[in-house]
């Protein structure tokens, strides 16, 4: 140490202070070292010495300028490049911190402490294979140097490198029992390798040496894997009150909030977020999704087209399943869908089936999803599954939520071959059970819907993959090889926005139950809150789907049909207040929009469209199974199709119940023709009249027409992998 022309005192304060820093006591140092700095503004350790202090005290930003100081006084002392190095990876400027680890290691070659943060500045800038090799370089200078093991681990991981990041985690705490970023990193490592078991317990073994907000996120984070919501929920808070502006915590509780549909709780955490990270993935997004669902339309516009021009460049701006209700074009769909399966479910790099070619007696089906209970997908399906040849094909229901008990789910598992609930299976376990069992052909009834698990179809465990129903839309992925449509929904023209190849059905892609049982009685229209005469325009779809453009279609509709309201479902208080508000905005009484309870028993929420006049489809996120209810139950459905799948279901579903006149194809159109409906009570009626003679006769609600359509689909899929070829699109003949 360079003591330069100071007092015998100034030298008796520096070592004071050194001493005491060294012993931990760092709020007795600090003062002396600035006593001797203020009277030797020049002294090199004492800037550098409480730099160091400062970086240890978490105020890194301080720490910089007391190192540059130092540094201006002796630039060539190799730690104070690789202290002021440490500082700025703190504050998250990490091509500086490379710049200054280089410097360190010109001035000492043989430096392990720099070759380490010099690994992990290269791993702050995605530098994986680098890093690697700079903790290399430390371990031949320090072979006992459980950090540089432990990072090196942290790199590894990066590179999808588990097995190897494993070992390195575990070299670490080998030679530091006690290292709870080594517990971490093992736990990482082993949730890597889909041992979310094993994983947890060494999340707790760090938690229990060293409560960090980054461990609480990652134990945050497989409780959310193993759908333990509510204790991921409690990690995240933890993380935040320990760390309050950690966006990766407030994005994953906000996650478990959107997996919980608590919408009202997610807008705060990104609204947060996005004032923390304005650019963080999929933040916009899931504010967008939220507010949708609240109908809550402030800067709506503005943040609609944020998540659109995100998409088209490539950025993770939303999920695929929101996204829906936001864009109506399919190449935007296509491009979303791809992003998230770059970012979230890539293919495999050694997928589980590798062209064998099985030879059963039967087709061996499996159907994926989380939904085998009173939900809309079983009612849509229950009497198809009922239905299936069971002569030539052997079906198996892979059932993602064991939760619970209801009618639908007893119904269900009397049907199948076999029913397999795998809630608390990984997806690599599952996908390995799938290619033990030989599955031919494997369909994803969800897609990228809340649930899904598109992960376990990234692995290939089935020669044939299908994307049907839950998603309906591309999933962009290369591993799915078809999805399942009509030449309504998916025009030849559009083929080119889908990556699977698309099989026509000959009448419309939905199945349908024709045994859903409809209530004989219901409520009065008085009983409902409805006017006994008046006439009643119907929504009963999502709210997330009602957008600003089609409420203005319908308040106009209120303005210009007296005695009219629109009646929707309660989702929560907050959309009934938002929509109350936006009716008054656009002149009209709130007290015209009426909003039925929801209702547990399926028979009697069908018995109560028979309440209503006509259903008004929304745009560009048509309804499904909603607007198939109506139909089953006599009211009329007027639609506005679009130009992707999701906008173009309910014109499906209206040709194949022979009402094509209700498909309208622009809001001017559609406007129109509900005007001429709500006032010309005739043409209402015959309609009513034609839908109620057609129900039995056209192909919408024959599901044993349906069932032999799909069969027949499955079984040209089949055959073509039977002889070695790859899928191909094709249309299925109808059945004469």
């Known amino acids: 140490m360079s003591k330069g022309p100071v007092t015998h005192s100034v030298f008796a304060k520096l070592d004071q202070a050194i001493a005491l820093h060294q012993q931990g006591r760092y709020g007795e140092a600090e003062p002396l070292y600035r006593e001797v700095i203020k009277k030797v503004p020049d002294q090199f350790d004492a800037l550098h010495l409480l730099g160091v202090l400062e970086a240890q005290k978490g105020r890194h930003e301080a720490a910089a300028n007391l190192i540059r100081k130092a540094l201006a006084v002796n630039s060539r002392s190799a730690e104070a490049y690789s202290n002021l190095a440490h500082a700025l990876r703190a504050i998250n400027r990490p091509a500086e911190a490379l710049s200054n680890y280089d410097r360190a290691l010109a001035l000492k070659t043989a430096y392990p402490e720099a070759l380490n943060g010099r690994g992990n500045a290269l791993r702050d800038l995605k530098k994986h294979d680098d890093a690697v090799a700079s903790f290399d370089r430390a371990l031949t200078f320090r072979p006992d140097y459980a950090e540089a093991f432990n990072n090196r681990g942290h790199a590894l991981r990066a590179l999808g490198r588990f097995e190897e990041a494993l070992g390195n985690h575990e070299r670490a705490l080998a030679l530091k029992p006690d290292f709870a970023d080594a517990l971490l990193g093992i736990g990482i490592a082993l949730q890597g390798l889909e041992r979310n078991n094993d994983a947890l317990t060494f999340f707790d073994r760090a938690l229990s040496i060293k409560p960090t907000s980054e461990a609480f996120n990652y134990r945050g984070n497989l409780y959310r894997i193993l759908n333990l919501r509510e204790n991921a929920l409690a990690d995240f808070e933890l993380s935040l009150s320990i760390k309050p502006d950690f966006a990766d915590a407030l994005y994953n509780h906000g996650n478990v909030l959107l997996e919980l549909r608590r919408h009202e709780e997610i807008i705060v955490d990104m609204e947060r977020l996005l004032h923390i990270a304005p650019d963080y993935e999929y933040a916009r997004g899931h504010l967008l999704y939220s507010k949708m669902h609240h109908c809550d339309w402030h800067s709506f516009s503005k943040n609609k087209a944020i998540v659109i021009q995100g998409v088209r460049a490539g950025k993770r701006a939303m999920l695929p399943f929101p996204f829906l209700a936001v864009s109506d074009s399919a190449s935007d769909q296509l491009a979303c869908a791809q992003t998230y399966v770059e970012h979230q479910c890539p293919p495999s790099s050694e997928p589980l089936w590798t062209g064998e070619i099985y030879q059963h007696d039967r087709i061996r089906i499996a159907y994926l999803s989380s939904d085998f209970r009173e939900h809309a ?5 229950a009497g198809f599954f009922e239905q299936h040849d069971h002569g030539r094909f052997e079906t198996i229901a892979v059932s993602f939520d064991s939760k619970g008990s209801s009618v639908m789910r007893d119904r269900l598992k009397r049907t199948f071959d076999r029913f397999i609930d795998v809630e ?30 598109a992960k376990i179809f990234a692995l290939r465990p089935a020669p044939i993959q299908i994307n049907y129903l839950g998603f309906p839309a591309t999933m962009g992925a290369t591993y799915i090889d078809y999805i399942l449509a009509d030449r309504y929904v998916i025009p030849e023209e559009m083929q080119a926005h889908y990556s699977e190849k698309i099989v026509y059905l000959p009448d419309t892609f939905q199945a349908n139950d024709a045994n859903r049982q409809i209530a004989g009685s219901t409520q009065s229209r008085i009983e409902s809150g409805l006017p006994e005469n008046g006439f009643v325009f119907c929504s009963f779809n999502s709210s997330n789907k009602i957008t600003p453009d ?4 319908w308040m106009r509709l209120l303005q210009r049909t007296a005695n009219s309201v629109l009646w929707l479902i309660h989702a929560n208080a907050a959309v009934t ?11 009209i009484n709130p007290d015209r929009l009426v909003f039925a309870p929801g209702m547990n028993n399926y028979a009697q929420h069908l018995a109560r469209y028979r309440l209503a006049d006509l259903f008004l489809d929304s745009l560009p996120f048509n309804a499904g199974t909603t607007a198939s209810d109506a139909l089953w139950a006599g009211l009329p459905v007027l639609t506005c199709s679009g130009n992707a799948f999701p906008a173009r279901m309910a014109g499906s579903l209206l040709n194949a119940v022979g009402l094509p006149e209700l498909i309208t194809n622009s809001p001017e159109e559609y406007e129109a023709l509900a005007i001429t409906l709500a006032t010309s009570e005739p043409l209402l009626s015959d309609i009513k009249s034609r839908l109620a003679a057609n129900r039995s006769s056209c192909p919408l609600f024959n599901t044993d027409r349906f069932r032999r359509h799909i069969e027949s689909a499955y079984i040209t899929m089949w055959d073509s992998y039977q002889r070695g070829g790859v899928p191909t699109g094709f249309a299925v003949q109808p059945l004469q």
């Open 550 to 553: 089609m409420f203005d279609i």
């Open 377 to 381: 997908m079983p009612y849509l399906m």
């Open 424 to 453: 608390m299976q990984s997806p690599l376990e599952t996908a390995k059970l799938l290619r033990s069992l030989e599955i031919d052909i494997a369909v994803d009834l969800m897609g990228f819907t809340a649930g899904g698990r």
């Open 577 to 587: 207040s938002n929509l109350r508000k936006e009716a008054k905005k656009r002149g």
